[in-house]
């Protein structure tokens, strides 16, 4: 009677240990998606605060046929300072502003941008500092 109560005791142990585990798994991945739903949030947030009436956005001419550059939204802040957020194809996205990436390479990435010609290699080539990168 000993023996099976032993082993018994021994397997409810193992199970409530893989159940134990299961449950912890699951807790985690419910974790992990609250983080992505309140990083998405933030980003809604954030685009939102910056939206003025000056916002543009516009599907990237793409002349090349080998950007990596789907579309693009520029405008102005409250402050004054010209924006453009970069959209590649995979899923990225790259905000840049007059003070993070310096007034030459904004004009030049507006510029760039307005053609549909060169904005992913001048990004890649000269790699101007963003003020935000994400997913959308």
Known sequence: MERYYIVKVAIDDSLRSEYQKVRERMEEK???KELEEQRRSGIEKMAKEQTTPEMHTKTYKNLSRRSGVDKYTYGKKP???DFIWIYFKGGSVYKYDTESAGREHMDKMLRN???GWWLNRYV???KPNYYFKGRY
């Open 124 to 126: 890649n080539k000269y």
């Open 113 to 115: 941008a307005a053609r």
């Open 79 to 81: 402050n004054g300072d």
């Open 30 to 32: 419910r974790k992990a």
